[in-house]
């Protein structure tokens, strides 16, 4: 039996409670970490917190000692679009993943739309795709609507249950 890749894509919008600038920089690799409980990525290329095209870093997996980190690539990123892409490599697989913002009431709520997809490299990997995008959209991203907009509106991360 031969080795068949699976690319498999799912999306979900979410509202969050700010400006555009604002709410764009959320999604950032940076800035992600003012909400997202357990967010903690390590910069590789270039040190330090600004964001650009090509930047390179790590996180810890999810899924376990048999991929003990992730490598990330932010692999487009236009501040003018309020649009980021990141290409995340695994053993087995990889997935990207896309924000795209824009205000949906001025100066006061703006329409994040979130896409994942992924490919698997192996038949372990599919597996593990399948898994982490039912995972990521069990609750179609509201819990990062809830974590955002709790952030927005207290200074604090919404710490996960």
């Not at 590789?44 to 964001?51: S, T």
Request: aromatic share 12%; hydrophobic share 35%; net charge negative.
């Amino acid at each position: 039996m031969s080795f068949e890749p699976k690319r498999i894509s799912r999306t979900a919008t979410i509202t969050v409670n700010a400006p555009l600038e604002e709410a764009f920089a959320l999604f950032g690799p940076i800035r992600e970490k003012d909400w997202a409980d357990g967010w903690d990525p390590q910069p590789i290329d270039p040190l330090g917190d600004l964001v650009q095209e090509r930047m390179v870093f790590t996180t810890q997996s999810h899924s376990g000692q048999e991929e003990p980190e992730d490598v990330w690539i932010v692999s487009a990123y236009s501040v003018g679009d309020s649009f980021i892409e990141y290409t995340v490599f695994a053993h087995g697989r990889v997935w990207w993943i896309e924000v795209v913002c824009e205000e949906s009431v001025p100066g006061e709520k703006t329409r994040a739309e979130i896409t994942y997809t992924y490919l698997g490299l192996t038949d372990h990997g599919n597996s593990l795709n399948r898994e982490a995008l039912e995972l990521m959209f069990g609750h179609d991203l509201r819990d990062w609507e809830e974590a955002v907009n709790h952030f927005l509106a207290t200074g604090e991360r919404k710490h996960l249950r």
